[in-house]
């Protein structure tokens, strides 16, 4: 016999199973937004308030020359949209290197302190026993711009040529001194390059950054200057001589120097950097920074910062700029073994 249910116990059912499903499913929202706002704190935790301070940005230069001019008003500029103050610390010496490692020893991977990675990162490695690795040691987060090297001399030096220099080079060796930044920068190996293309011999004399470098050629203590633009101003204002660039083809605000490419010494550098962290920086710190400074790098008066010191616009973005570093760690290896450079093992 069917088992009939009357129509008072069927409403108290009805409300009874509506009332324990109310519950589970009030329930399942309860947790359901817990874990929601545990899910948004998770996501927001590294960044909650970041920055709350002040960011600290290291220039691995002396103050005063293309680099530290460069970074100086990039980080004015960026400071308007991270929303802190950006402050240079300048730690010049070891071919620009100094500042970088110190931060990968150092430093904490909490945002707070970042630096510009030159060229030598990946050549130093190559040349000389160190104590980082410029692939594992750093986090990068944007690539920035690239340099305009040149040779200068003084502008009542005998040589009124690239050319004149080389066979004075050839015929007197290593008498002939060339400052530069550094070991292992690129104002040294374009000199090492020209020197093993044309069989010219010239005296290396390093300097921890371009101001003792300027000072140098103008005081009369080295016969050549090979820098970035800071030799910009004493050129421009008649106390220097620029003989010559090495970028693919000529600057727009010195027109008249040839490039090496042009004279036929196949040399060709802009050394492109920009800006890392230490190792670990939480991902989502990274990408903010990333795209705060890709912010002030597209800025028009950067953009009038690099017109003026006649740099390139070299962005990467953090995966591009990592990638980049592993394939120029490479191709530097390369140069450095060509050069006759290469440490051994």
Not at 61 to 77: C, M, N, Q, V, Y
Not at 161 to 184: C, D, R
Not at 243 to 269: C, D, Q
Request: no cysteine; hydrophobic share 40%; charged share 20%.
């Amino acid at each position: 016999m069917k088992k009939v249910i009357q129509p008072i116990a069927l409403r108290r059912r009805v409300l009874t199973n509506a009332l324990q499903t109310g519950l589970v499913l009030g329930a399942g929202a309860m947790t359901g937004a817990a874990l929601g706002l545990r899910s948004a704190a998770a996501q927001s935790g590294p960044l909650a308030g970041y920055p709350s301070k002040p960011i600290n940005l290291i220039v691995p230069w002396p103050p005063g020359g293309s680099t530290d001019r460069h970074l100086r008003k990039f980080a004015e500029i960026a400071s308007k949209y991270v929303g802190q103050s950006i402050i240079i610390e300048n730690k010049p010496g070891a071919g620009g290197m100094l500042g970088p490692s110190t931060m990968a020893a150092a430093a904490k991977a909490d945002g707070y302190t970042l630096a510009q990675l030159p060229m030598s990162a990946f050549r130093i490695p190559h040349m000389q026993a160190v104590s980082w690795d410029p692939i594992r040691d750093f986090t990068y987060i944007i690539g920035l711009t690239g340099y305009t090297f040149g040779i200068t001399v003084r502008a009542d030096s005998k040589f009124k040529t690239i050319q004149e220099i080389v066979e004075f080079a050839k015929a007197n060796p290593e008498k002939l001194s060339v400052g530069n930044t550094g070991t292992g920068t690129t104002p040294h190996l374009v000199i090492e390059e020209l020197g093993m293309r044309t069989g010219a011999k010239f005296l290396h004399v390093p300097f921890k950054g371009n101001s003792e470098n300027t000072l140098a050629l103008l005081g009369g203590h080295t016969d050549v200057l090979s820098d970035a633009t800071g030799w910009g101003p004493n050129v421009d204002a008649g106390k220097m001589r620029l003989l010559m660039t090495f970028g693919e083809r000529r600057t727009k605000r010195w027109a008249y120097a040839p490039t090496a490419k042009e004279l036929g010494y196949g040399i060709v550098s802009n050394s492109p950097y920009g800006i890392v962290a230490p190792k670990g920086l939480d991902p989502r710190i990274q990408k903010h920074l990333h795209d705060v400074f890709r912010k002030a790098l597209d800025d028009p008066e950067h953009l009038k910062m690099l017109d003026t010191l006649d740099q390139e616009y070299w962005y990467k973005s953090s995966e591009d700029y990592l990638a980049w570093a592993k394939q120029t760690l490479e191709s530097e290896r390369r140069l450095i073994d060509a050069l006759g450079l290469l440490k051994k093992s």
